[in-house]
């Protein structure tokens, strides 16, 4: 069944594999990009923002002598109020922000929302807006490819936040399943197996990796709550 990935990061690469590049109109209006894949595939993805949101909310944090922990920040964040501001998170004001947390305030004051003041909100915003635009980049792959995507793979070290996969579980209503963290080596690692012909094929090797890392499953839950926030989110893009 047709799939999409996500590589999680700082910066979060999403997108699908397909046999051969989408060079439409379309695609470039959206602004995906097409990579060179492995075994003659492409990679059709768009580069979005990611992890850097709340990489620099911190930095800015430690800064004025407040040392907080990702894993504290995410129980801060699944403690804060739902849904209370969200950003649109590809804007530039957003790359290199002198202090994030006051470039958040900013965009939620200009949109008329409340700002976040306490970490936990400042974190909620951050990935509840990351998961609205994962819908966002979803539903323009499945335009471009005509089929409707059943699963997301999230990997990368951003999979390691269940916060956010489970967060884009329910935005997007489709199963998100996380792992392996490691992806970029691994990946590495299976293709030279495939070089010396320990490996034969694509999906065997794929095999591999499902056998050999934990996965976590993530199913949506109440979706139709991420109706109002993806909506507000298109009126910021607008």
Not at 75 to 80: C, D, G, I, K, T
Not at 95 to 110: G, T, W
Not at 127 to 144: F, G, K, P
Not at 199 to 221: D, I, M, W
Request: aromatic share 10%; hydrophobic share 40%.
């Amino acid at each position: 069944s047709p799939w999409a990935y996500i590589s999680s990061g700082t910066w979060s690469l999403m997108g699908i594999e397909t046999l051969k590049p989408q060079g439409t109109a379309k695609a470039l209006a959206f602004n995906f990009t097409n990579e060179g894949g492995v075994k003659g595939t492409t990679r059709v993805l768009k580069n979005i923002m990611g992890l850097w949101l709340v990489q620099e909310c911190r930095r800015s944090w430690i800064r004025s002598g407040k040392e907080y922990g990702y894993e504290e920040l995410t129980r801060l964040a699944a403690e804060a109020t739902p849904f209370e501001s969200l950003i649109y998170p590809d804007d530039d004001s957003f790359i290199v922000p002198l202090d994030m947390p006051k470039a958040i305030a900013a965009f939620c004051n200009k949109t008329g929302q409340k700002s976040p003041t306490a970490p936990g909100a400042f974190v909620r915003c951050a990935l509840e807006s990351l998961a609205v635009r994962y819908r966002w980049v979803m539903e323009r792959l499945e335009d471009l490819s005509g089929e409707k995507i059943e699963t997301i793979h999230v990997v990368g070290g951003g999979c390691q936040n269940a916060l956010l996969c489970q967060f884009t579980a329910d935005a997007c209503n489709r199963t998100v399943v996380a792992g392996p963290s490691e992806a970029t080596a691994v990946g590495n690692v299976l293709m030279q197996a495939m070089g010396l012909g320990l490996l034969g094929s694509l999906e065997e090797a794929r095999e591999v990796v499902k056998r050999s890392f934990p996965l976590q499953t993530f199913t949506p839950k109440n979706p139709d709550r991420w109706q109002e926030p993806y909506a507000r989110m298109l009126k910021f893009m607008a």
